[in-house]
Every structure is written in C-alpha cells, then in structure tokens.
C-alpha cells in the first residue's frame, strides 16, 4: 500500500506542474527553486509507486494514472485546504456556531436588534435559538448546551458569569373588548380580581411567580391557569377572553388581533434582563455575542438618556 498521508504542498507542486506543463514555470509560479518542485513531485510519484508525469525535452504531460490521480487529489486539497479555513474562522469568532437560549419574545427590543446585527456582522455564525424557562436556560449554560443564555433577574450560578444588559417595562395583555382595554394604563388593583393564564414554557413560572408576589402583597390571591402552549396560542386565548395575561415591552413589535397591551401604571414595574454564560465556555463566538451585548446596551443606555420619555406605551393589536 502506498504511503498516502502526503504533505499537501507535495500535491500542490504537483498540481501547480500539470497546469502549467514545466518543472521551471511551476517553480516561478510558486517562488520556489525548480529544483525543489522536481524533487518534491519524484518523491511524491516514489509514494504512490507510479509516474504522474512523462518527462520530455519541453516540459511535462500528464500519464493516465497521473491525470486521473490529480483531478481526485485536487478536489480532496480543495477540501482540506476550506476545513482548514472554516477552522481558523471558528477559531477567530467569525464562524461555527452559537447556542442562545432566550424567553422572552425577539419580535422588538434588545434581543431583535441583537441577532439581527449579529447575522449581518457575523453571517458564517449559526445561530441556535432555544426557548425555555429561565430555570432551564441558566442549567443549560452551566452544563454547556448552551452558550449563552437570556433570562430575568440577576442570575447567580456556580462557575458561571452573568451581566445585566437591560430592562423592560412589564404590560398587561388583555382582549381588545376588556372593559379596561379603555384605559392609558393599569394598576393592580385593576386587575385584583381578574382570572389569569400563563404559559407552562418559556416566561411562563417567571410570570406567575411575579403575579403571586404582586397580588399576594395587596391581599389578593390570584386566579392563575397554566396553558402547555406556546406564546401565539396564549395570545389568542386572551383575545377570548380566557384570562389576562402579562408580558414585556418586547412582545410589542409582533401582531395579536383582538388583543391589547396596557402598560402597568408604576413605572417600578419593569424587569431586568441579563445575559449568563460559563466562565469556561471557550467559543469564540461568544466572545463576540457578548461583545455586541454590551456595545448594543451601552448605545440604548445613551440614547435613554438623551431623550424624554414620551408616549403612553399603548398598544392595540386588534
């Protein structure tokens, strides 16, 4: 059996000759002595045990076997040599892949403007979203399954770093024909006696433990039904009137008919968001994730500050 871990750039001398039919040309090609070439492509041709050229006074020509043998090497150089390249990308941040988990909507907001100018800085990166709880997203980012992971509150987990990147303020989603779909806003105790739904996924246990301590703190146990549904269907069942719902600011930039979201009345009334990841994750891309994170909150930061707060925050989507 011939020896075939070859070095590439054997092949490459060997290539380079076929296709310009001279020892001397290839070698002024690759800025190498032609002496070197015709060196390299003899032991090259004592590797496989037979000739890939016939030698003659103006140059050389290809033999059969060497002719079939270098179209099937020139393609697995080819192979090598962009495996090579995707590698040194990955390595450099700038391709592979990159898990998120998320549960909160990306239909506005920080998250939206984050994948979105991810894709375009970075296209070779494959983003992998996973929608979950918070409880599950951070166990994901402690075993590695995921690379980063956004969820509410400060989060504390062992060898794990975490960075608040932002806040939303918390709106009640009610159907479009609710008595207090009217108001500009809405207090708890608007809502006191109301019936509630949650999902089971995603911000769904977030969402009713926030209700509990909300309600509970003015005397109120609150009616709460847990929905295995996603964010869409959750949606439509408040359009009929199966309960109210609470959201963040993020959900706003995607359309629910029959379906209205009023801003809670306390301004308090807003969640912070952060990012958590393992301090051992080596991912380059992830460094450059949590790069972008930190310019895009420091850019939203400033331009929060250079501006009044205007508007209400009312949307109505039916």
Known sequence: MPDLTLDLRFLRYAIVTAEYGSFRRAALVLGVPQSTVSRRVQLLEHRLGARIFERHHGGVRLTAGGEHFLKEAAAMARGVQRAADEMAAARKGEAGSLKIGLFTS?????????????????????????????????????????????????????????????????????????????????????????????????????????????????????????????????????????????????SLGAIYTGVTFRPLAEVSDTVIMSGIWSSSNENPALKRAIELCVRIADDRRRTARSRPNVGSGIINNG
Not at 161 to 171: A, C, D, H, N, P
Not at 222 to 228: E, F, K, L
Request: glycine share 8%; with cysteine.
């Open 106 to 250: 990306i239909s506005s907001g920080f998250l939206s403007e984050l994948l979105a100018e991810f894709r375009v800085k970075y296209p070779a990166i494959k983003l992998i979203l996973d929608e979950d709880t918070a409880e599950a997203n951070i166990a994901g980012a402690i075993s590695g399954r995921l690379d980063l992971a956004f969820v509410s509150g400060d989060p504390r987990a062992p060898n794990c770093i975490s960075k608040t990147f932002w806040q939303e303020r918390i709106y009640v989603v009610m159907s479009s024909d609710h008595p207090l779909a009217d108001q500009p806003t809405v207090c708890w105790d608007d809502i006191r006696h109301e019936d509630f739904i949650v999902s089971a996924g995603g911000p769904g246990p977030e969402i009713q433990d926030f209700l509990i301590k909300q309600l509970w703190a003015i005397g109120f146990r609150p009616s709460i039904v847990v929905h295995g549904v996603g964010r869409e269907n959750l949606m439509g069942l408040v359009a009929k009137r199966s309960g109210l719902s609470l959201t963040t600011e993020s």
